[in-house]
């Protein structure tokens, strides 16, 4: 399936992973403090298998989780995109929309500007370029307020009678119970992007 292509914002880039990618996507992924909403901080080596998978989803979905390039300087800011979650849920199957960004780009907006974007091109027609979704789904732990924060700003809504026990969570892991938020495409008009923080949701 052909990808996605690349999207810019305001300020930022969306792309494909690039091995230059791996060192600072590394850092990120072992920082214990962007990864308090995830089981544990990874290894170098398990940031690169990481990356592989992404790689390997976007061939065979046409969409991925990407990485965010600020525009001004090229620095590497983290990865947010779309992904195709394969766990058993009630929801399932779906597209989820999520992110996770280096802290020095936490508070900036970032993670709203460019999930956005992709969140447009999402429900845009595949004769525009677009994957002609009607509903995209974000997750996160129910502690996870950043997050969380983030998708009420992109429209998003929850109603508590949707969130789940993530499955790759064990019993009792205080991360283990997600919020669930939905957001439809609006059928009277195209959604606007708007220039303006994984499986489980975490700091964006």
Known sequence: MTPLPAIETERLILRPFREADLAPFAA???????MRHFPRPLTAEETEALV????????ANGFAFEAVEEKATGAFLGMVGLNAP?????FMPCVELGWRLVRAAW??????????????TAFAPAAEGGLDRDQLVAFAPLGNAPSRAVMERLG?????????DHPALPL???LR?????????????????EAGGSRFGGPR
Request: hydrophobic share 40%; no cysteine; aromatic share 6%.
């Open 28 to 34: 990120l992924n072992a920082d214990a403090e962007i």
């Open 107 to 120: 508070g900036r907006g970032y993670a709203t500007e460019a999930a956005r974007a992709r969140l447009a």
């Open 156 to 164: 998003m809504t929850r109603d508590p009678e949707d969130d789940f």
């Open 52 to 59: 592989a998978r992404i790689e390997t989803a976007r061939a």
């Open 172 to 174: 009792g892991s205080p």
């Open 86 to 90: 394969e766990f058993e849920a009630p």
């Open 177 to 193: 119970r997600m919020a669930l938020y939905r957001i439809r495409r609006a059928r009277s008009a195209s959604p606007a992007p």
